[in-house]
């Protein structure tokens, strides 16, 4: 599915009613935080669009946006390393979403399981 370039999104079954609340950048993006549901272990960052939301809110798998590819996908079809979506919450600001999710296998393209286990950054 193409995706048009700007602030306008394109055409998206996403309730209206969250549609209005949410903030996007100037591409129409917001980013999307992934936590393992039942251990609050912070998993990936990726983008979502309006219809990315719509998908994640109606199929129970995670669908983002691809900036790179510009298209849609949908975590773990490609590597089998499902996202099953538990609940979806909307930040205090509406430009975020934290999607609490039950992770099989792999979060991070790199083969981790999380995409920041590549070390801690010294204090002070």
Known sequence: MSRTTGATPPASALDPAIAARLKRNEDGLFPAVAQQYDTG?????????????????????????SR??????????????????????LDCDADTVLVKVDQEGAACHTGDRTCFDAGSLPLG
């Open 41 to 65: 272990e912070v998993l990936m960052l990726g983008w979502m669009d309006d219809e990315a939301l719509h998908r994640t809110l109606t199929t129970g798998r995670c669908t983002y946006w």
């Open 68 to 89: 790179s590819r510009r298209e849609y996908w949908v975590k773990g079809d490609t590597s089998g390393h499902v996202q099953h979506v538990k609940s979806v919450a």
